[in-house]
């Protein structure tokens, strides 16, 4: 089992660009979960999806911030126009949500995210 | 609002010595999950040990062991005797039932463990 992955590891771009995050998570998973770590704000959710669908988004910071699940396997995280302050690592993960039934999260390895 | 307070921002302890964590909770929703998560400084997060709200016993996977008390929404951590490799960021989480949805985190306890 490959685990969560998560694209680029790390990302170091200019204030004002683009940036992509991707995430693939554990095959047969079908909830994901994009949160991101700072040293301000701890660890925070972002957005969530169920069966491809997001379920919530209210962590989202704002507008510039969007996140995509066009199939169960492949999601990304894009913000643009990036900003100084979205320097964070940005985990993804995945569990699978079946009949109220427990099962742990599996995160990924995190990409560490430097906007100069 | 859903909370998850984690007050010792940094905890010191011997090899072989046992070590508890704390981490209180709050949250109206009668189901809940609790969750310890490890983050070693490399960065990854290994999950430890889960405890649902209607479960009956505390919640024992090795050394690590849960001390849930309900009336006082606690869900204290406790390591048993400690490794080196035990040095880590812990941090408790909560999900908003058992089945593990989103989890929110709590700041986190620094674990040195000394030989």
């Known amino acids: 089992d490959a685990g969560v992955i998560q694209s680029p590891r790390h990302e170091v771009t200019e204030m004002g660009q683009e940036v992509t995050l991707r995430c693939k998570p554990i095959s047969g998973h079908n909830s994901l979960f994009w949160y991101r770590q700072t040293m301000m704000r701890g660890l925070e959710l972002l957005i969530y999806f169920n069966n491809n669908v997001p379920i919530d988004d209210s962590g989202m910071p704002e507008d510039r911030f969007s996140a995509k699940m066009p199939n169960a396997s492949f999601s990304t995280l894009k913000i643009q126009p990036s900003e100084p302050r979205d320097s964070a690592v940005y985990f993804c993960?995945?569990?699978?949500?079946?009949?109220?039934?427990?099962?742990?999260?599996?995160f990924g390895p995190g990409t560490r995210l430097t906007v100069l | 609002a859903q909370k998850i307070t984690q007050t010792q921002p940094g905890m010191f302890v011997q090899e072989k010595e046992a070590v508890t964590l704390d981490c209180t909770y709050d949250?109206?929703?009668?189901?809940?999950?609790l969750f310890w998560y490890k983050q070693p400084s490399s960065g990854e997060m290994i999950f430890l040990i889960y405890q649902g709200s209607y479960d009956q016993q505390n919640a024992t996977e090795g050394r690590y062991s849960l001390n849930f008390q309900k009336a006082r929404k606690s869900a204290n951590l406790v390591i048993s005797a400690s490794q080196l490799g035990d040095s880590a960021m812990y941090f408790c989480a909560m999900s908003l039932n058992q089945a593990g949805t989103a989890l929110i985190f709590g700041k986190g306890t620094t674990l040195s463990v000394s030989s």
């Open positions: 993960a995945s569990t699978l949500l079946s009949g109220g039934v427990y099962n742990e999260q599996f």
């Open positions: 949250t109206s929703d009668p189901s809940y999950g």
